[in-house]
């Protein structure tokens, strides 16, 4: 796949960015621990969990270009999948790899981190769970059921 094939998820993103409004904060936008390696947040639409990251995006990077907001339901992923935006290999332990450094080990609500242990930047990708805590969030994350 060649970089213009994702333009249209890059323009909308740029869009986005432009558009978000950093005179106003969310309540939560200080307890958020933006240190961790993965972030999950959730909440009913319109909320403002996208105003979150983005005005998170537009004061932690000087270039914007090192980060990049992609929403899933975007209709670009009608006729593409996630794999064309990340690289998904399969690894030596887990069950997938994405972008040659996170490790996912995919089960269910008792899947425990005997397959991954000891491995980096390991997480679990379980079913049947509403939240995440730690390494372990929920399989709905990736939009598919197990």
């Given at each position: 796949m060649e970089y213009s094939d994702i333009q249209p998820l890059i323009n909308a993103y740029h869009r986005k960015l432009s558009a978000t409004d950093l005179r106003f904060r969310r309540y939560l936008y200080a307890d958020i621990d933006w240190n961790?390696?993965?972030l999950?947040?959730?909440?009913?639409r319109g909320v403002g969990k996208t105003t979150l990251l983005l005005q998170h995006i537009k004061e932690a990077f000087s270039n914007p270009?090192?980060?990049m907001y992609v929403s899933l339901d975007n209709l670009w992923f009608n006729s593409h999948e996630v794999g064309a935006v990340?690289?998904?290999?399969?690894?030596k332990q887990?069950?997938?790899?994405?972008?040659?450094?996170?490790v996912?080990?995919?089960?269910?609500?008792?899947k425990t981190f005997e397959q991954i242990a000891n491995v980096p930047d390991s997480y679990l990708a379980i079913d049947d769970i509403e939240t995440g805590n730690k390494n372990r969030m929920p399989l709905w994350?990736?939009?598919?059921l197990y």
């Open positions: 961790v390696r993965l999950g947040i959730k909440g009913a270009d090192d980060v990340a690289e998904l290999t399969m690894p887990g069950d997938f790899l994405v972008n040659g450094k996170y996912f080990e995919v089960g269910g609500s008792r994350v990736f939009g598919c």
